[in-house]
């Protein structure tokens, strides 16, 4: 979201952003992944294709997923917020995926957004890198909250551990309770 003092040309640039996404969702999910071209996108945002590439430099699979860095955001504060530990950071990440997961849920419109992904390996593995380049911020985090080095093996293979779980889970029947499995075993695993 633009803040409201943004200037002219930061607004201009968030709308031609917004335009280019919902342009592109719309098409995507009308006619499918593979069926829709980049110019067809930019037509229907009213942009040129040039323009579509400055704001989406990473090409087409990068037009639907816009929210990346306020997940990273929501994803730190649990770590910041937990008790200072291991088991108290696995804690928070635990409730923070559950609450995403209950939030996914909730959203009906969400559904056909995340049948499409699912069903486009393109945009399935896009989504998967995008969420994994939080691998870094996330063992920093972990390493602050409970006085370990960023690069120790152990803080690095959580943080992998942690943000590949959601897309795992997802694939099985119960979500909810293979994120609560893997959760536990990480807990056990790692000890206190």
Same mark, same amino acid.
């Given at each position: 979201?633009?803040?409201?003092? #943004?200037?002219?040309? !930061?607004?201009?640039?968030?709308?031609?952003?917004?335009?280019?996404? !919902?342009?592109?969702?719309?098409?995507?999910?009308?006619?499918?992944?593979? %069926?829709?071209?980049?110019? /067809?996108? #930019? &037509?229907?945002?009213?942009?040129?294709?040039?323009?579509?590439?400055?704001?989406?430099?990473?090409?087409?699979?990068? +037009?639907?997923?816009?929210? &990346? @860095?306020?997940?990273? !955001?929501?994803?730190?504060?649990? =770590?910041?917020?937990? /008790? /200072?530990?291991?088991?108290?950071? $696995? &804690?928070? $990440?635990?409730?923070?995926?559950?609450?995403?997961?209950? @939030?996914? /849920?909730?959203?009906?419109?969400?559904?056909?957004? +995340?049948?499409? =992904?699912?069903?486009?390996?393109?945009?399935?593995?896009?989504?998967?890198?995008?969420? +994994?380049?939080?691998?870094? @911020?996330?063992?920093?985090?972990?390493?602050? %909250?409970?006085?370990?080095?960023?690069?120790?093996?152990?803080?690095?293979? +959580? #943080?992998?551990?942690?943000?590949?779980?959601?897309?795992?889970?997802?694939?099985?029947? &119960?979500?909810?309770?293979?994120?609560?499995? =893997?959760?536990?075993?990480?807990?056990?695993?790692?000890?206190?």
């Amino acid at each position: 979201m633009t803040p409201p003092t #943004a200037g002219r040309r !930061e607004r201009k640039k968030a709308q031609t952003r917004r335009a280019l996404g !919902e342009a592109a969702l719309r098409l995507f999910l009308e006619r499918g992944y593979d %069926r829709v071209s980049v110019k /067809e996108i #930019a &037509d229907a945002a009213d942009v040129s294709v040039t323009t579509l590439f400055a704001h989406f430099p990473g090409g087409k699979e990068t +037009l639907v997923f816009d929210e &990346d @860095a306020s997940r990273e !955001e929501a994803l730190l504060a649990a =770590v910041r917020g937990a /008790e /200072e530990s291991l088991s108290g950071v $696995l &804690d928070a $990440l635990h409730a923070h995926l559950r609450d995403r997961f209950h @939030a996914l /849920e909730a959203s009906r419109d969400l559904g056909p957004f +995340l049948e499409l =992904v699912d069903s486009t390996p393109e945009l399935s593995e896009h989504a998967r890198r995008m969420w +994994l380049r939080h691998e870094s @911020a996330l063992a920093g985090a972990v390493a602050r %909250r409970t006085g370990r080095e960023p690069d120790d093996v152990a803080v690095t293979s +959580l #943080a992998r551990y942690v943000l590949d779980l959601p897309q795992l889970a997802r694939r099985s029947p &119960d979500p909810m309770a293979s994120l609560d499995k =893997v959760i536990g075993l990480l807990k056990r695993g790692w000890g206190p």
